[in-house]
């Protein structure tokens, strides 16, 4: 399995921060937020990772390199400007190869997710080893966080397995999802295009998979939450 990590947001709330310093590379007690997830991935035996980027791209690779310090193997895709998420997907998609890959927000940190238990979260088959019918068969499978105080009317439902638009209870989506590539086909590379609404379609015809994680996790979207996680620990 491949992953995917998010890299190129402007960072606009994280200003004067992210003047001169993308996002991505923005340090949580002393590392790097996408050097947390590079580490965590690596330890699950995920090392080739693609890492697209945009606003002071030339810095996270010089940070980062080739990967192999990490035991990784990196691949850039480079974006003119910010194509948002489902478009950087498809932009990156001769990178990311056919089979179902793992995707994260380089901009939150969750030190302790185990990265093992996305590699087969996309069942071919049902338990009795029947192949799923293409209409059947999930094509996303995202982890889900209880609401951050910032957030509190959250994103999705999840109703044992499933991910649904409606209904009770609702949690936000926390970044981390497990994708089917050719759900990306109908972006065109170099086009702009957000991840939300491909995964409310989807998950309208039922087919969006889903799981509550329980770890910490913060989502690093402003200057205060930042220096929360830095402050020295009681």
């Not at 190129?8 to 996002?23: F, I, Q, S, V, Y």
């Not at 035991?71 to 950087?88: M, P």
């Not at 996305?118 to 293409?134: C, K, N």
Request: aromatic content about 8%; overall charge negative.
């Amino acid at each position: 399995m491949k992953a995917m990590i998010f890299a190129a947001g402007r960072g606009e709330r994280m200003r004067p921060l992210t003047d001169a310093c993308p996002k991505p590379l923005l340090k949580v007690r002393g590392r790097p937020l996408i050097v947390w997830h590079i580490g965590n991935l690596v330890r699950a035996g995920i090392t080739e990772i693609v890492i697209n980027h945009a606003h002071l791209g030339s810095m996270i690779e010089d940070a980062l390199g080739d990967g192999s310090r990490f035991g990784a193997r990196i691949a850039y895709s480079a974006e003119a400007s910010a194509l948002e998420t489902a478009g950087g997907v498809a932009q990156a998609r001769h990178l990311l190869g056919p089979e179902p890959f793992v995707a994260i927000a380089a901009d939150i940190y969750c030190p302790h997710f185990d990265f093992t238990q996305v590699i087969d979260t996309l069942a071919e088959a049902d338990m009795w080893g029947q192949p799923y019918a293409a209409d059947r068969r999930d094509v996303a499978w995202l982890y889900l966080v209880k609401n951050p105080a910032h957030h509190p009317e959250g994103d999705f439902a999840l109703n044992l397995h499933t991910v649904a638009n409606q209904g009770e209870p609702r949690y936000t989506f926390s970044g981390i999802g497990v994708y089917r590539p050719e759900i990306f086909d109908v972006i065109e590379a170099g086009s702009s295009a957000k991840l939300a609404p491909l995964l409310r379609e989807y998950a309208a015809r039922g087919q969006v998979g889903g799981e509550l994680y329980r770890g910490d996790w913060t989502d690093v979207g402003s200057v205060e939450r930042l220096a929360q996680l830095n402050a020295p620990l009681a």
